[in-house]
């Protein structure tokens, strides 16, 4: 820790003070304020700015002081040793450093830490190495090439998509590129593929196209105001209206999938034209992708702001609970919602559906497991939510807490019983097997002996055998003997 009389550390120090007195005269305007939604919604987004920028000057001013503190140890050690001479910690330091230090980059590439809307962050620009080809294609302007590049290449999405945000910036217009690319957009029916497990090239080529839009967010600019050229405007708003009319929503808006509400939505929001199509809408195909974690942020690049309030009334009436929780938190309206009724009628729908569960599937082993499994998944949740958002003054966990460790404990009571009762009937089958392997064996040997017996038996039967050979030479000796007889004149 640094020491008080540091003039750096003192002012650092008298920064906290200064917020919260920030933070009370904003809390006092925004009671005065007419339109205290949205006053709030800007005291809540400087709040949270300004509090990160004074956590992170803290952060790194003690990396600054650990750095020159290590520096000075490892300067005094140094001089006790040859020069040259590495030892195991420093090498530790030097790791440490180079750590630190990649850190730092990333948070300075990220232009204040990225924006959050219910706890969506908008990609960020990472100090991260790009794959040449890539790069090239970049550079390049090659959208076609870059768009089946990544579509060739789905397999390895998740590291792409981190590489993404970087080789955009290599180009020389980033929204071109991505505009060159996205003209390609699959608006047919998936194509089959050789196996079936693997994301149809029809999906993979509109997740593309929709990656190119998020990841053209944070070079456009992370507010929703951000001014876009009027020429690459005009291009994606020609562009949004033929794809309206190809996916059908000129006449239904419910006749797209998700997946191209998505796309379009997106459209529009990364290029900030929203206001040229009709907010009602918008909101109705937001509604149909409610549960993707960005449809808060779409809804604010979209300017929906004001279109809230009964928008969140249609979540809850949809019961929509969990969805209704996270706009409510992007736009500033917690206070407009009640969110203990919210939470509690979003937990009551998952007991009816676990109870449905072991209704349907007849009081089974595997219909309790599973309707336990989905009472844990909703109330962690809920505890997640809470947790992320800071609102355990406004929900307090304790009994859901509680609640989750005794359904714990019968998830593994259950487990339990299920590996004893798999056990006896291991050893059963074990015992069986090893007393039919046995009998096997007695069978094989009494087998083995009889054979022996009926070769030895055949084997003297052919040794008794009178063959032409000793039939003469019995003859011969029979001839002798009488010929020995008559000589003696016995005969």
């Not at 001014?227 to 929503?249: F, I, N, S, T």
């Not at 009762?421 to 009998?439: I, P, V």
Request: charged share 35%; glycine share 6%.
């Amino acid at each position: 820790m640094a020491a008080t009389s540091d003039p750096l550390f003192e002012s650092l120090q008298r920064l906290q003070p200064m917020l919260d007195a920030f933070n009370k005269s904003a809390s006092e305007l925004c009671q005065t304020n007419k339109n205290k939604a949205e006053a709030l919604a800007v005291v809540k987004e400087l709040e949270d700015y300004y509090g990160k920028l004074h956590k992170d000057l803290l952060s790194r001013y003690e990396i600054l002081n650990q750095k020159e503190s290590n520096k000075n140890t490892g300067d005094k050690k140094n001089t006790n040793k040859n020069v040259g001479e590495k030892t195991p910690k420093n090498e530790s330091e030097r790791k440490q450093e180079k750590n630190e230090t990649k850190k730092e980059e990333n948070k300075e590439a990220e232009g204040g830490g990225g924006k959050t809307f219910g706890g969506y962050s908008l990609p960020k620009i990472l100090s991260i190495r790009v794959r040449p080809k890539m790069e090239r294609l970049c550079r390049d302007s090659d959208g076609p090439g870059l768009r089946n590049y990544l579509v060739n290449n789905r397999g390895e999405h998740v590291k792409m998509g981190e590489e993404l945000p970087s080789a955009l910036s290599m180009a020389k217009d980033a929204a071109v590129l991505v505009l060159k690319a996205i003209e390609g957009y699959d608006f047919s029916e998936s194509r089959t593929t050789s196996n079936d497990k693997k994301e149809s090239y029809s999906s993979a080529n509109r997740r593309v196209c929709i990656s190119l839009l998020e990841c053209l967010f944070p070079l456009l600019g992370r507010d929703e105001n951000v001014v876009v050229a009027k020429e690459v405007q005009d291009k994606a708003r020609e562009m949004a209206r033929v794809w309206k009319q190809k996916m059908g929503l000129e006449k239904r808006l419910d006749s797209a999938s998700k997946l191209d509400i998505q796309a379009f939505l997106q459209l529009l929001a990364t290029f900030r034209i929203g206001t040229d199509f009709d907010h009602d809408e918008l909101c109705e195909l937001l509604f149909r992708i409610t549960r993707l974690k960005q449809s808060p942020a779409l809804a604010s690049f979209l300017g929906l702001s004001a279109k809230m309030p009964d928008f969140l009334d249609k979540l809850s009436k949809n019961s929509k609970w969990i969805e209704a929780v996270r706009f409510s938190h992007a736009f500033g309206m917690i206070d407009k919602v009640n969110l203990t009724d919210l939470l509690k009628a979003y937990l009551e729908d998952s007991e009816k559906d676990a109870k449905d569960m072991v209704k349907k599937g007849g009081g089974s082993e595997s219909s309790l497991n599973n309707s336990t499994m989905r009472e844990i998944s909703a109330i962690n949740l809920v505890v997640k939510i809470v947790k992320e958002y800071n609102l355990e003054l406004l929900y307090p966990l304790d009994d859901l807490q509680n609640k989750l460790q005794r359904l714990e404990q019968v998830k593994e009571i259950r487990k339990l019983a299920a590996e004893r009762k798999l056990s006896k009937g291991q050893r059963h089958r074990a015992n069986k097997k090893k007393a039919a392997a046995e009998k096997a064996g007695k069978e094989a040997s009494v087998d083995k002996a009889e054979k022996k017996a009926a070769a030895s038996t055949q084997e003297k039967n052919k040794s008794i055998v009178i063959t032409p050979e000793k039939k003469h030479k019995a003859a011969i000796d029979k001839f002798d003997e009488k010929k020995s007889l008559i000589g003696k004149g016995t005969i």
